[in-house]
Nanobody, 121 residues
Framework: QVQLVESGGGLVQSGGSLRLSCAAS????????MGWYRQAPGNQRELVAD???????NYADSVKGRFTISRDTAKDKVYLQMNSLKPEDTDVYCC???????????????WGQGTQVTDSS
């Protein structure tokens, strides 16, 4: 199994910044993709950003230019730097990691429990 532990959420005023972190641990041979989703109550889960093993990244249009995803491959960690936060960014942010348990297969797609980000304005 692969476990994910998120940190860094909290209260922030509009225009402020937060940095989310997610650490993966467990039986990991390789990681193919790491990302962040967000979901407000009653809404669909939305991809915020993801980053692939080759280094390419994708962002939701609503966060382009404000959020930056990065990773530390040596530590199996992914980060989300959130700047210029807006009230509509208030959500539960969940980390997700996809990869392989072993060289011969055994793919996994794990999810964290989520961390709350709230614009306090």
């Amino acid at each position: 199994q692969v476990q994910l532990v998120e940190s860094g959420g909290g209260l922030v005023q509009s225009g402020g910044s937060l940095r989310l972190s997610c650490a993966a641990s467990g039986s990991i041979f390789s990681i193919h993709v790491m990302g962040w989703y967000r979901q407000a109550p009653g809404n669909q889960r939305e991809l915020v950003a993801d980053i692939r093993s080759g280094g390419s990244s994708n962002y939701a249009d609503s966060v382009k230019g404000r959020f930056t995803i990065s990773r530390d491959t040596a530590k199996d960690k992914v980060y989300l730097q959130m700047n210029s936060l807006k009230p509509e960014d208030t959500d539960v942010y969940c980390c997700t990691v996809g990869g392989q348990y072993s060289r011969d297969g055994g793919f996994f797609n794990s999810w964290g429990q989520g961390t709350q980000v709230t614009d306090s304005s």
